[in-house]
């Protein structure tokens, strides 16, 4: 077969298995949203065997073959089909450094340990949660290993690389070690200052569901969620899911508490917009697909934390809120609903968690699961190391494991080298909205009179339209003259909490 | 490889299949209920795939193989392994019998058809689908060819045999030769007891949707709907689907009619209960499918026909009818309501006939498609037969082509050799239902009481929990005494229309 044929083949085979993964990727959507509860066995089945299926796509045995032919005839692809081979080269290296029995392995400890940890987290002990958790972090070695030796990376690096492409740990620990550095001091001044503002006015609810759902989907509509190609539903555990031509973004609502779930949609909707902004042409091609974790947060926490956190959105927000809900009077002012939003206050679970401490919580996370992996903490000692943590990074200690390290389902899950990309992407988005207010000197006014046009053009220019044809810091080098760094973070923090 | 083995192999391969097919079964639900309209594209691309990677399962080279090692060590196997094996035998023929370019044909030559049908339809002009429907016509007959030589029978029943395994075209022509003889003067005397009876009164509306939902979740949930493994939502076009654990029935509201909703609820409800009657264990091999369309239509014609318009039903539901919408007098009283359920009025549409009539649909267009595919009627001339066809059976012809034979979607479809599958199942409704009256004399009484369970456990006992281990006439048999006839139906309508 000569190189342009092998290439082709290979374009054939990666459509199906994106064909596949998306059909799997509704049907998860479908677990979380529809689902009856007794269909869970069924689904579970289903969905095994659209892995294998997938599966057996990336590891038929003339794959190496087609890759090899494809790239001796590299000179004669294009940029786009030389991007798009490079990640075929990428996700068949991932799916192939795994024996398949050591998948099935990580599959069965994790749903293993995922089990045991509802239970551990339900009675606050850890215990329960110990021996599965043990298995797990046995096979996340053998993976780190098998993957490490697979792609020529440092163990830690090998998982990363996962979730974020291109992705290591010696940037991390760099750019952790300056947010370190900066955090405690500045979390310190910003409670000093909010407290001598003065007492916040609570927002009184109750909040009807529908009435929220309604402001929810309105918010969205002016972001620019386009409802022909997607969905908005209620499920358990908030997430977007679907395909990019059908994505579908889920919240739970509070009746008590409306700004959880109009923050969560308009966290979810930034991961919606990055899916729906890939060019629809590639999306049946690896070179189609988001780039990583760390830019898809990022446009989550660009639009959450960054746009619609700000006073300018608040200021178009308000007058909806009250409207939504027939409410009025001081607390119900822009004002307090901006001091409300932007709150900052040290506490023990990391998804409820203000900007400002959000990363001392990854911090956390990232530090002790390197530990472990490494074999520096023994798994028994997590709890206490835990807590000690919690004192030194956020100067607060859990009552109990349940608040603390019980409290997220990545361990359990078998997601190890995930955390750190949630704070990589409040840094990328830090970085993107300030380079977007750069170019569009005017944006801030636009978002407080509800247009998110010049916005969303220049996420669809710099960000969204690349989908990945280069590497994370490549684009944000394109899009902001920078790779990833903490300055703009860092400024954000001290402009919206300290000046002003 | 020695016959256990192979047999074992078979299942593990028919398991996948069975997986791939219940993950194609909750999209294809998905496409009509939920997903939003830009994603149909997407959706079509991850159906076919799924449909390649099935239909690739079952023309594996070796498959052959496998099967005539595992039949060869027949003698060894269990009445539940070779019932499996028949049926395993059955799905690969029928999957085997075209080659993949005429299946392929097929598949796009009935999209274009469908695509011109809704434009014919629109416009009341056949003319606008005469040469797509040629092309169908041309395909279909290719493949009735092929699949007659595969499966050694008659061309016609090829077809039929993909519905109704078993179904032959001889017993049908007896079948109905004797409705035929029956039906017309049946109807005309039932046209003159009705209009002797006097005047109805109508049931005064609107009927607002979320009342008739409530309603119509109440009344399945009394015949035994279980909401732990089935979802009832809203689709243009009423259907089941899903799979055995996970069964999903649509029907679509009418804000000034909510008894054509509510009987559709009840109708795919009987489909439902099929499905979720199959046996638990079995329902990942083809023996544990459900036995054809005969006796699927069957039981949603028992359920809605046989069970809920009878008196002893229409007087539970009345009081919950009258509930469910505030309403009360005359029109509302038990015995004008069942009057209204059981008016039969010969009209143009086939999916609105009433049970007298509907029969009479089905003879028309078996007749026409059986004249069609065996050359004896050109299509040109399809409309002038319809209506010749309509004044002869009913006593009206349609005043347009879109309320005659541009009806349905099943010709454009390439769904031809299915029509009969429905008349068929009016009688194996009627037949199982009178058994199941004789076995439990109380039945009429319970079901007056909103007691389902008798027959449901008639039901469970004597159709769903024998899945596909025996055929359609077997199972009858057993069930009844008596294959499938006309004697049951015949003394049904007479029942219920000519005396009481």
Redesign the interface.
Known sequence: MNPSAAYAELERRFH?LS??N???A??NW?RST??????S???A??????N??AHEILTAPDMPELMSRAEEGKGGLDSWQAANLREMRHVWTHANALPADLVEARTRAASACEMAWREAKKQANFKILLPTLEKVVEITKRVGAAKAQALGLPFYDALLDEYEPGGRSARIDALFGELKAFLPDLLQRVLARQHAAGQLLELDGPFPVEAQRKLGEQMIRVIGF??????LDVSAHPFTGG?A??VRITTRYDEHDFARALMGVLHECGHALYELGLPRDWN?QPVGNARGMVLHESQSLLMEMQACRSRSFIAFAAPRMREAFGKRGPAWETDNIHRLYTRVMPGFIRVDADEVTYPLHIMLRYRLERAILEGDLPLAELPGAWNDGMRELLGIVPPNDAMGCLQDIHWPDASWGYFPTYTLGALAAAQLFAAARAAEPGLMDEIAQGNFRPLLTWLRTNVHGKGSLADTDRILIEATGQPLGTQAFKAHLESRYLSA
């Open positions: 199906r064909a596949v998306r059909a799997g509704i049907l479908d529809m689902m009856p509860d007794g269909a066995d069924d689904r089945d289903q969905l095994a065997t659209l294998v299926v386009d409802f022909h190609h997607g969905r395909t031509d059908d049946r």
